[in-house]
């Protein structure tokens, strides 16, 4: 009996934990604004309500977490039977008032095992669900092993231009381990929890990406099928962030050399006007100007160094981009410098700003010069543009005199962990890109023989 309190202690204090996470970075699947959704324990008690299940329910969430499930919906032993989904009446604050509704349950699993369930609440007659129709995972409904529905999510995992490519056709087109999927579409059938698995997916146009794959007994229209849930690499924000620290932490490393022989410079310059001072003191005005100039310089490359090593908290503002630029630049010279490179810049928009994240828009620059370093190893020119696209968008330019990049290379940039380095990381243009995109903005690549250009096409703020 105390080994079952403890697990059950364990079990709620592992969901007390998830919940607290999830509300952190705002879930991974669900809309606290657009779900109507509860979070419910083992034994069927109610712990968290998203806001709209609250206006769904009227009830407060400190008036909801004294109930249970059983208490709110007209069902018995629902999440004991494993069905994803069933009909059930559910009683509203306002006078008991019964309407009947669409449940959706899904497990929630922590350290290897089930400890909680979500309960997607949507009144019948809504049409399709926010949660299956907007999610982040890719949602295939299946009858057997034919795909019936799919969501946008699905469809871009799968590389696929619209529904039509999709629906209608066997798992076995996108999975290379169909034969275990239908296995555990059948374990599922006969009342099994099944916990996310690896799986390779082939996209339409025969690329394959690594998955986690989550199998779940459902029903779609009407009709008793099963729910196929694909969770991609790197879409969770913790491991964005992960990503983000691992690169770098990377480039810190990468930079170190070139700081510290930038640094050495002026360090011996201070010595030596030092020296001069004892022995003359006619000019020592003069010398500690100099002084002065060389200790601002060291100064300058410390404070864009410990742009690297700051907490990862996000700080959006208002930027001047080219001061952003400028800034970075007084970080990557001392890079350039040890691979016999020349930085040109060309700034044609001095009061330009944007709405970023400082640091994280300084990464993407340092990332972007950092390849353009690395690709001429004989040394050359890297040459930074600005210039306004269009009324309502700047492009950066960020140009090589390399070799340029080959043609199956440039259509795996950006995918996790894959790199052509030797020491890399894979992580370089992958945040780079991801942070980017979190910013409005978009990356695009146009490589060949004579060297490689990379355009950073950013929304100006007004």
Not at 40 to 46: D, K, P, V
Not at 394 to 414: F, N, Q, S, T
């Amino acid at each position: 009996m105390v080994d079952i309190d403890s697990q059950i202690s364990k079990k709620n204090q592992l969901l007390h934990h998830y919940i607290y996470n999830q509300q952190a970075s705002g879930f991974e699947i669900l809309s606290q604004k657009d779900d109507a959704f509860l979070i419910c324990n083992l034994y069927g008690s109610i712990v968290f309500q998203s806001v709209c299940c609250e206006k769904l329910t009227g009830y407060h969430s400190q008036e909801i977490s004294k109930m249970t499930v059983e208490n709110l919906f007209s069902i018995r032993d629902f999440l004991q039977t494993q069905m994803a989904q069933t009909k059930a009446e559910m009683y509203n604050k306002q006078g008991g008032l019964a309407i009947i509704v669409d449940l959706i349950s899904i497990p929630i699993f922590s350290e290897g095992d089930v400890v909680g369930h979500y309960l997607v609440v949507k009144p019948v007659g809504e049409g399709r669900n926010h949660f299956l129709e907007y999610s982040s995972d890719g949602m295939l409904f299946l009858r057997d092993t034919t795909i019936l529905s799919v969501n946008k999510s699905g469809i871009a995992v799968l590389g696929a231009k619209n529904e039509d490519e999709v629906m209608g056709k066997d798992l076995g087109c996108f999975f290379q381990q169909a034969d275990k999927i239908k296995k555990s579409i059948t374990s599922v059938k006969s009342g099994d929890v099944m916990r996310p698995v690896k799986h390779t997916i082939m996209k339409v146009n025969g690329d394959t990406v690594n998955a986690k794959i989550q199998v779940l007994p459902s029903i779609y229209q009407d009709e008793v099928g099963t729910l196929v849930i694909i969770k991609t690499p790197v879409e969770g924000i913790h491991d964005v962030e992960l990503s983000m620290i691992a690169e770098r932490n990377s480039t810190a490393g990468q930079l170190a050399a070139g700081i510290a022989h930038e640094i050495r410079n002026p360090i011996t310059a201070i010595k030596g006007f030092l020296q001069l001072i004892r022995s003359d003191g006619d000019h020592s005005d003069e010398y500690y100007q100099v002084i002065d100039g060389e200790i601002g310089r060291i100064e300058e490359i410390l404070k864009e160094l410990l742009v690297l090593g700051r907490p990862t908290t996000k700080v959006y503002g208002i930027h001047q981009l080219e001061r952003l630029l400028h800034q970075v630049i007084v970080l990557m010279k001392s890079q350039a410098l040890l691979h016999n490179i020349v930085i040109d810049q060309h700034f044609q928009l001095a009061d330009t700003v944007i709405c970023c994240e400082g640091n994280q828009m300084k990464q993407v620059f340092i990332n972007l010069m950092k390849n353009a370093i690395e690709a001429m190893p004989g040394g050359g020119k890297v040459t930074i543009e600005t210039e306004r696209r269009d009324h309502s968008h700047i492009e950066v330019r960020v140009i090589d005199e390399g070799c340029g990049i080959p043609l199956e290379v440039l259509k795996r940039m950006g995918e996790p962990f894959f790199t052509t380095k030797e020491n890399g990381t894979g992580l370089g243009m992958l945040v780079t890109k991801q942070i980017i995109e979190e910013h409005g903005g978009t990356l695009q690549i146009d490589s060949d023989s004579s060297g490689t250009c990379m355009k950073v096409i950013l929304p100006i703020s007004s």
